[in-house]
């Protein structure tokens, strides 16, 4: 299991570089909010880690996903990363596939993360079940399960251990890896490990309990020792 940050600056991502991947995003903008690429460039430039790059909480519009994507990718980004604000199957269809295209023409050898909503019932949104054999299908590397709403509701009060852990499996079946995120705590840390993801992502947990505080890295150390 991989410890994935989320910075929202260079200065936080600094902060960020003892994590395994350190992601970029601007939480200003939503859930996954898109950062500038410049960011994602100089994020890049600090270390050795794997980048991933959040492009946003994509509407129906695969155009503006692809071409999002390809600009995270050629900023830098190692995983680039969407969400899917919409409920329609054929549509999630048509905006993964044309990210996955975009990403993987150029770069094959970069990752794209599917990203649904685990608090997808209050959003209207598609489910996280739905979305991941699009995904596989598309030919997508990960799919992803975050908090849509940002309230400090955690994904584990809209999915029990026993859906993330079926999710997880159901994924490996799919040869999709798996990325588990939304308002994550420190106490959730045993259950992530019996579900077992890829990927875990965080940002509250190593800012003390509040996403739009700053990153502190004595947390993100904490974090990994607690998930090693």
Known sequence: ?????????????????AADIIDVKKPSEGSLGANFPWVIREIKSL?????SAAIGDFDYKPGGASLA????????????????????????????????????????????????????ERMGTISPFDMAPIAADCGADFAMVDTGIKDRQSTFAFMNEGELRRFTEGNRELCLGTALAGALRFEDIDALKRIDPDII??????????RTATVREDLVKTAL???R
């Open 1 to 17: 299991m991989q410890l994935l940050v989320s910075p929202s600056s260079i200065d936080e991502a600094r902060r960020s570089i």
């Open 201 to 210: 992502g965080v940002r509250g947990m190593v800012c003390g309990g509040d």
């Open 225 to 227: 020792a607690m998930i």
């Open 47 to 51: 270390s050795d880690k794997p980048v």
């Open 69 to 120: 994507a390809y600009g995270a990718a050629c900023a830098g980004a190692d995983y680039i990363k969407i969400g899917l604000a919409f409920a329609d199957r054929e549509k999630a269809r048509d905006v993964i596939a044309a990210v996955v295209r975009a990403v993987k023409d150029d770069f094959p050898k970069k990752f794209v993360v599917i990203a649904a909503y685990s608090d997808f």
